[in-house]
């Protein structure tokens, strides 16, 4: 069974660049996961889809971020423009059926942000 | 608020010796528990999930137990080994329509030869 994929690895910008990542769920995984994980941190929430609906962005920093999910497959989250303070690992995760039930999560190996 | 507080947050122990990381929670009402385990760099993996009614699971040699009337868990790691050099992250689940997921901040273990 293949994982989450998520790319780019690694992404290095200025301040106020924009940045784009994405995120393939495992098949068939209708609830899909946006964190931040910042050094030395556990993750936070940015933003749960159930299938193509958004469940929670309560923590999603609006003004900055956004992310889409439109077919309910693929997402991908994008920040612009980019403070110094996004510099985290951008996590995906996903799991089948209802989001946070007692099923298998299954993380991406991340995406790494550097902002200059 | 729900909460999820880890410790230690750091901890070196030697190849071969045993230790327990501790995780306390306020999420209520609580679906299940989870124990994490990120290597540097990589994505968290899944060691454990508990329901409520369950007190202990065990994954090889990391054995997690859970006091849902205290609110806390353990994550016991026997013989240890230096591949178990990584984060420990617990993550507890909300029984709500959406069953939010709390992260701990993870503790931080290093296995010394």
């Known amino acids: 069974e293949a994982g989450v994929a998520q790319s780019p690895r690694y992404k290095i910008i200025e301040k106020r660049q924009s940045v784009a990542f994405w995120c393939n769920p495992i098949?068939?995984?209708?609830?899909l996961y946006w964190y931040q994980q910042i050094l030395g941190q556990g993750p936070k929430l940015l933003i749960q889809?159930?299938?193509?609906?958004?469940?929670?962005d309560s923590q999603l920093p609006k003004d900055r971020f956004s992310a889409e999910r439109l077919k309910g497959v693929d997402s991908t989250l994008k920040i612009q423009p980019a403070k110094l303070e996004d510099s985290a690992v951008y996590l995906c995760?996903?799991?089948?059926?209802?989001?946070?039930?007692?099923?298998?999560?299954?993380f991406g190996e991340g995406s790494r942000l550097t902002v200059l | 608020k729900n909460q999820v507080e880890q410790s230690p947050q750091s901890l070196i122990i030697l190849e071969g010796k045993n230790c327990t990381l501790q995780?306390?929670?306020?999420?209520?009402?609580?679906?299940?528990l989870r124990w994490y385990k990120q290597d540097t760099g990589r994505g968290p993996v899944s060691l454990t999930i508990?329901?409520?009614?369950?007190n202990t699971k065990s994954n090889g040699r990391y054995t997690a137990t859970l006091d849902a009337d205290t609110k806390q868990s353990s994550l016991h790691i026997t013989a240890s080994q230096l591949s178990d050099s990584a984060s420990y992250i617990c993550?507890?689940?909300?029984?709500?329509?959406?069953?939010?997921?709390?992260f701990g901040g993870g503790t931080r273990l290093m296995v010394k030869p």
């Open positions: 995760a996903s799991t089948s059926g209802l989001a946070g039930g007692a099923g298998e999560l299954f």
């Open positions: 098949s068939g995984h209708a609830t």
């Open positions: 889809f159930q299938n193509n609906g958004v469940v929670d």
């Open positions: 995780c306390n929670y306020t999420v209520s009402p609580f679906s299940n």
């Open positions: 508990m329901t409520f009614s369950e």
């Open positions: 993550v507890v689940s909300l029984f709500n329509a959406g069953n939010m997921l709390t």
